[in-house]
């Protein structure tokens, strides 16, 4: 095997141990969940838990009326990898011909007709329900407590709202109001509240109490109740199973379904729905009102779908149905398993061209076939088909887009712009919106943040990776009683006809959030995720490669040199593309930039440390050993565990 021998040094070392290991995108947030862990919770309390508090101190990458998708196994069926889908739909009123007829090109990347129904709360609850043991209150009591008594403001989040302070101050004073008391931005390590979001949280376990009548609410209380009450607890393979004070599972179960009803049915839908009918300004440069319905957030339930996957090198990829992202990374290491191992070290010139060549074919397919539709993932996945795509590289970079050919279906080629300012802001000279979609990789290289991740694993074996996103600050005006503002996700469909992701009432955009499992032998080994929109899956990519034929420890393939590419059309808006564009971290070397760009690709030099947010969590379960690993870049992220 030829492949590049990695630095022993790391930025930390990854993390060993047996009990339990969490990573993810913040560090109060991983904290929160070993926590759980350390009192007695499982893997699927510990990751509710990091969900509710990335929503408190993460508000510019992810929100409660956001989205997400997570990816798990359990220690009674290690080997059945199973989707959480927390994707929420359009709108009944969200019609192609009603976008058209506000004018609009795009969907909007910010502005309340850019939201889908909120997804990631719902799912959340319904995970905590079905496969968590510990209650509402004591898994959300995190959350309330960095929401109502304040946490240390992360200067990114100063940075964004600075971002869109005109904005706020001309035309979203409801989030100018929360998100810049005084007219001031908050500097970091600044504490700051959301008290609004503390008391919704409040209201959805009050709800769960009062809803559940009949059943013993019980004491609230992870390990030991302070009134003298008695804790069960039980073993049954997911973790502890309690009952406080006679409460049973049923009645637990029955409170968190209460609580699941009010999100949908109760305050927050009236809230949304009453804020967003007044007209407010969207990344479209014009006014407009919500099409929303207190029926559409009613409508949306969660649910469990089967994962989509793949056998790569001896080990299963498992990742979530065409209506994401994830089969995309599917297909690349289809074409990649056709190739020797010395074409798929990405640190190398060879390895680099070649991964950057088969992420350009698989993203093609996904932006002309992937929707909440009909499509032929077994025949994209198939080896003679990869064989085909694999035959399309050569030793330089295309510039082209180059969708495969399916029997009967002809590919939905979007527009293909390399620049865009909408009309209303282009007449005005104006580019206050310019990406305020998913803020992801700017022109320069910089990463900017935009989605949230989170990795855990317990001592029986339970696995999660979930990423959550959307919702975050600068999506559209907060709603003023409840703290946080609808997501922008709908901006993923296309308002031309033809395309599997046109946008149609009742259908899920095709998201781009993509958690990772990797299974060997039946047995779920590792989760791995990252932010970064359409360079999700790219960065993940890598880190696939480099542990499973490289032989790197998940830290040092964490840490090495990342890159991706840019020539497809972006899944945010505006929506554009670089022909050959491929973003690299200087790190990658002079002379295999240089070979890389004789090749001819189009380079943006990232810098040093500016590319992938990845964590992962990792078990061997011969051994029971647990590992993790966390992203240096930005000084965020965090893993731990013991």
Not at 121 to 143: I, K, M, N, Q
Not at 205 to 221: E, L, R, T, W
Not at 268 to 290: C, M
Not at 602 to 618: E, F, K, N, P, Y
Request: charged letters at 20%; glycine letters at 12%; hydrophobic letters at 40%.
């Amino acid at each position: 095997m030829t492949y590049t021998v990695p630095d022993s040094f790391t930025t930390r070392p990854t993390l060993q141990g047996t009990f339990g290991m969490s990573a993810s995108t913040h560090w109060l947030a991983t904290a929160s969940a070993q926590a759980v862990l350390e009192r007695g919770g499982n893997a699927f309390d510990a990751a509710v838990a990091t969900a509710f508090v990335l929503h408190v101190v993460e508000p510019h990458l992810n929100g409660p009326g956001g989205d997400m998708t997570g990816v798990f196994t359990t220690a009674e069926n290690p080997g059945e990898p199973v989707v959480l889908m927390g994707q929420g739909p359009a709108p009944a009123a969200a019609t192609r011909e009603h976008y058209l007829a506000e004018g609009l090109e795009l969907v909007p990347g910010a502005g309340a007709l850019a939201a889908a129904v909120p997804g990631a709360v719902d799912a959340w609850l319904l995970l905590l329900r079905d496969h968590g043991s510990w209650e509402l209150a004591d898994v959300l009591a995190f959350a309330i407590g960095y929401a109502r008594n304040g946490h240390p403001v992360l200067a990114r989040v100063g940075t964004t709202i600075a971002t869109v302070a005109q904005l706020f101050a001309e035309h979203w004073p409801t989030s100018a109001a929360l998100w810049m008391p005084e007219g001031r931005i908050p500097a970091e390590g600044e504490m700051v509240r959301n008290e609004a979001y503390a008391r919704v949280l409040d209201r959805l376990i009050a709800a769960g109490d009062s809803g559940a009548a009949g059943s013993a609410a019980g004491v609230h209380a992870p390990v030991q109740a302070d009134d003298g009450g008695t804790t069960v607890q039980t073993t049954d393979g997911n973790g502890p199973v309690q009952a406080i004070d006679g409460g049973s599972s049923a009645g637990r179960e029955a409170r968190i379904d209460a609580a699941r009803r009010e999100w949908r049915e109760g305050f927050v839908a009236k809230s949304a729905v009453d804020f967003l009918k007044k007209p407010h300004r969207h990344s479209s440069g014009a006014d407009h009102v919500g099409v929303m319905t207190e029926a559409d957030f009613a409508a949306f339930q969660a649910g469990y779908e089967p994962a989509t996957t793949l056998e790569f090198r001896g080990c299963t990829i498992a990742k979530t149905g065409p209506w994401g992202q994830g089969p995309a990374l599917l297909q690349t290491l289809a074409i990649l398993d056709g190739f020797p191992d010395e074409c798929l070290d990405p640190s190398t010139a060879l390895g680099a061209h070649t991964i950057l060549e088969a992420q350009k074919l698989a993203i093609a397919d996904r932006d002309s076939y992937y929707g909440d539709a009909d499509v032929a993932m077994d025949y994209l996945l198939s080896a003679d088909y990869a064989a085909e795509r694999r035959a399309l590289i050569s030793e330089q970079a295309s510039h082209e887009y180059r969708p495969g050919t399916v029997a009967g279906q002809r590919p939905f080629v979007p527009p293909l712009r390399t620049e865009y300012l909408p009309p209303a802001l282009a007449g005005r000279g104006d580019t206050t919106f310019a990406g305020v979609g998913e803020p992801t990789v700017m022109a320069t290289g910089e990463t900017r943040g935009d989605t949230c991740h989170i990795d855990v694993v317990d001592q029986w074996g339970n696995m999660i990776s979930a990423t959550p996103s959307g919702g975050w600050l600068q999506s559209s005006p907060t709603i003023p009683e409840l703290g946080f503002c609808l997501g922008s996700r709908l901006q993923m469909t296309w308002l031309e006809e033809g395309a599997p992701s046109t946008l149609a009432p009742g259908k899920r955009p095709r998201t781009t959030l993509t958690p990772t499992l990797v299974l060997k032998d039946g047995k779920a080994v590792a989760a791995v995720g990252s932010p970064g929109g359409d360079q999700q899956d790219q960065w993940q990519l890598l880190y696939l490669l480099r542990t499973i034929v490289g032989g790197y420890t998940p830290q040092q393939a964490v840490d090495a040199p990342a890159l991706h590419t840019t020539s497809v059309p972006g899944s945010f808006w505006p929506r554009t593309w670089t022909p050959g564009g491929a973003v690299v971290e200087d790190r990658l070397g002079e002379e295999v930039i240089a070979d890389l760009e004789r090749r001819g690709h189009v380079i943006t030099r990232a810098g040093d440390w500016a590319l992938g947010r990845l964590s992962s969590v990792v078990r061997d379960p011969e051994t029971g050993v647990l590992k993790a690993s966390a992203n240096p870049r930005g000084a965020q992220g965090y893993a731990a565990g013991r």
